[in-house]
Every structure is written in C-alpha cells, then in structure tokens.
C-alpha cells in the first residue's frame, strides 16, 4: 500500500480551543451586529478568519526570538533579515515595517501621487485603500477566466496583457509609477501567477518604460503552484523559482504575517536606491528608524528563519495539502467552491450556495453568519461589503463574485478540524433552500467598511 500524507513537523505545544451551543453562538452574533470581526476569539471555536499573523512558529523561530538583537540602529538582527531576504528576492535594500500595509503607505508615499493609475491584477482591499486614499486609481486587470468559479486553470492570478495594454495606452507613463502584481492574487481566491505571465508583464512593461512592483504576502505559495503547475519548472527549487520571479521587477511589499510565518511584520524589499531614499524618509515618519521600521530585534529575527522556512518545498506541501483535503470533501458533497483550490483558503461561491438570498442582502456575509452559528467556525465576506462604495458615486460595488473565505492558519489546525468544519458546511447545504433571508447594513465607515460595519437581519 502506499503511503499515505503526513505532516513534516510534529505538535510541541497545544492551546485550548473554546466550544460552545448553537444557542450561545445565536446570541453572541447578534450582539456582535452580525460582523464575525467583532467577535471575540474566545467566542469561536475553529478561527478562519483569516491566515494573517496566526500561524504557528517553529522551534527554530522561537529559539531565534530569544537571540534578537534590540539595537536601535544597525541590529544583527536586521542584518540577518537583509542577507536572507536578499538570498530570497536579490533585492538589495530592505526597509522593515510593522506590516504590510505600512509597507504600502510608505512605498505608495515615496511613488504614488494624485490621479495616479495603478494596473495590476485584483488589487487587496488594504492596498486599494492606500492607492484610492491617495486620489489615485487602481484598475484590475485580472484574465477574466478568474471570475468563473468553476473554471479549472491553472493560473487564475494572471494579467491580461490586452487589459494592461489598454491601461498602458490610454495613460501616459507619467501617470503609472508602476504595476502591480500580486502573488498569489488574494482578492481573486488565493490564485497564482505563472512565470510565463510575469515575464511577459515585464516584457510589455518595458515597451512602455513601466516598472513591477510585486504585492508579496504569499510569495512562497506562488512558487509552489509554479513548480507544481508550470511547464519545465517541477526540478526547480522554491527558492530558485522565487529568485526568478522577483527578478522581473524593481521592489517588493510585504506582509510577513502570511508567507514570513510570523505573527507580525511586514517590508519593502528594492534594487532601485533612489525610491529605497525616498522611502526611507517615510518610514522614519511612519515607522521608525529604517534598521527597525516598527518591529522589535527579536521578530526580525524569528522573520529570517521563518522566510528561510517557507520558501522550503516540504513546508508548502504540508499546507497546501492540507487545504486540498478541505477542498476536496467540500467538492465531493458538492458544495460550490472556488476552482483549482487556492494558496491559503477556500472560497465558497455564495451565489451558487444560497441562491435565495437577495444581492442586496449580502448573501457571502449570511452564509459566514450561518456558519458560525452552525458550529463556532469563523470565516470572512470577501464580496459586496468588502467591495465597499464606489469612490464616488457612493454606489455599492457589486463584485463579480460572491465569496466566503476559509482561510487556513499556518501549521496550527489538524485535519481533523477541517474534517469538522466540513460537515458544518454540508449540514448548512443540506438546508440551503429554507435561506431566504441575509443582512442590512445599520452602520458602515466611510472607508474599509467591513472591518467595522454594523448588521440586523433582513425582515
Ligand atoms: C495581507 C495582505 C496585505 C496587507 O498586509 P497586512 O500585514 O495585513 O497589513 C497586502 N497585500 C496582500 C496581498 C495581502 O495578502
């Protein structure tokens, strides 16, 4: 017989886990208004809330911790994070920040100015926020095989280079200080980008005298479908693939919360001195000194091991194998998800899951509600309020998908949970037909409204 999978690691250290009644759950979401970021983490059960910052160390990061250099400038410790991030991408400059979306707010200070147009496939909501606070605009350009669920390709996190091309005629180069790739493409479902498409990026890019700048966060997991997916790249390390690709462009964000198997932290990674000045002012306004840039000696320290540790194939195997068999069982009781299954999550496809639940009523959020209350599991909307209002017009933006996202913490749940949360989901599917009803919103924030927003049950 052959075989079977098993995780590379084994279990050091456990932390109890809260459980709870249906009952409980009911009334803990309604004092909640119905948004699952208002709950506390001792109110849930299995957290899938999201992959960012709550994943498990190892026991070379932990002993790592404890050598930190705590200097205010020029600690070991960022020296350490500078030569294995430069190992990794051959950026040459490093700015350390206290997560990603400082990295953003910097770099977008020293590049992005008003009435900017930023193209790149399916911008995250941070980074979107940081381009449109700045009265700039980002426009997806995304293949439009992303946007069917159901569709098996092997690299939905692509660019359309007709798109991009578009964008790159219709502005003049004064007007796009960049392209931005995201790897892997969150806000599209956790989909990579193949190097085929980087490459040719770059290749149109440079017709129009455009630089890349990659939104990293799951860089490693981009890799691995690369060397599992691509043409003529399964003998290739990891970390030979990661070299390539970062190779195509000038610079790098980062939220090391996600592929830096860290729980906090994030950096600007460069070869270009000039912008690496010009940001290095705004990190000394935003952040702190550019050796430290908001992060302690220590959590450098345990970054740099933890970088080194997912860029390796046997870590990525084990995770991403585990978010397969969660896949895999949901497709079998043929519950509509996201295809091929993604980096770091499940998306279920709303629509198709509750299809009596009006648009209007935000059916991505009341599928999460129901899973909640259901069994303790908590996942996230990633459709209507995350798209949040048009700019604008005020309007909401209907995205083209209605998604829940289980997102799977790093090297931190069994498989026995996913088995469970499983059969949660398969218990809501088997009564989806009697879910007629979802939410309205009471009170939202002017930007980034689902972090915040406030629900009531549609009557
Ligand atoms: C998480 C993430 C960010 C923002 O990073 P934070 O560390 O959460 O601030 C930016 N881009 C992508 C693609 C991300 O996944």
Not at 125 to 139: S, V
Not at 328 to 338: A, K, V
Not at 405 to 418: D, E, S, V, W
């Amino acid at each position: 017989m052959k075989l079977p999978y098993a995780e590379p690691y084994r279990i050091k250290m456990v932390e109890p886990i809260g459980q709870s009644t249906p009952e409980e759950r009911e009334q803990w979401i309604k004092e909640a208004d119905y948004n699952l970021f208002n709950l506390s983490s001792s109110k849930v059960f299995i957290d899938l809330l999201t992959d960012s910052g709550t994943g498990a160390m190892s026991d070379k990061q932990w002993a790592a911790l404890m050598r930190g250099d705590e200097s205010y400038a020029g600690a070991r410790s960022f020296e350490e994070l500078k030569q294995t991030v430069y190992n990794i991408t051959g950026y040459q400059y490093l700015l350390p920040t206290h997560q990603g979306r400082a990295a953003e707010n910097v770099l977008f200070s020293a590049m992005v100015k008003e009435g900017d147009v930023i193209p790149g496939n399916s911008h995250f909501d941070t980074t979107k926020g940081h381009i449109e606070f700045r009265k700039a605009h980002a426009i997806d350009c995304t293949i439009d095989e992303a946007f069917d669920t159901e569709l098996e390709h092997p690299f939905k996190g692509n660019i359309d280079l007709v798109k991009l091309e578009e964008v790159y005629k219709k502005y003049t180069k004064e007007k796009i200080p960049f392209c931005l790739v995201t790897i892997t493409c969150n806000s599209s479902g956790g989909q990579p980008v193949s190097i085929e498409n980087v490459k040719a990026v770059k290749e149109l890019s440079d017709r129009y005298g455009i630089p890349l700048i990659f939104d990293s966060a799951r860089f490693a997991e981009n890799a691995y479908f690369i060397k599992k997916r691509e043409k003529g790249q399964e003998h290739r390390s990891i970390k030979e693939i990661c070299k390539e690709i970062f190779s195509y462009g000038i610079g790098m964000t980062m939220s090391s919360k996600k592929d830096g198997l860290v729980n906090i932290g994030g950096f600007i990674a460069l070869n270009n001195e000039e912008i690496f000045r010009t940001a290095s002012n705004f990190t000394i306004i935003y952040e702190g000194f550019i050796t430290y840039g908001g992060m302690a000696g220590r959590d450098m320290a345990a970054l740099a091991v933890g970088l080194d540790e997912a860029t390796e194939f046997d870590y990525l195997e084990s995770r991403i194998t585990q978010i397969e068999y969660l896949g895999n069982l949901l497709i079998e009781w043929g519950i509509p998800i996201q295809r091929p299954i993604g980096g770091h999550a499940i998306f279920i496809d709303a629509l198709k899951f509750l299809p009596n639940v009006p648009r209007e009523e935000f059916p991505a959020q009341t599928l999460g509600i129901e899973l909640y209350k259901e069994a303790g599991v908590r996942g996230v909307e990633i459709g209507t309020i995350l798209a949040d209002r048009d700019p604008e017009t005020r309007e909401n933006r209907y995205p083209k998908m209605e998604l829940l996202r289980l997102a799977i913490p790093r090297r931190t749940y069994t498989n026995n949970h996913m088995y469970y949360v499983a059969v949660a989901l398969k218990n809501i599917f088997e009564r989806r037909n009697e879910i007629t009803k979802g939410y309205n919103i009471t009170w939202e924030s002017p930007i980034l409204r689902h972090f915040t927003v406030k629900l009531e049950a549609a009557k």
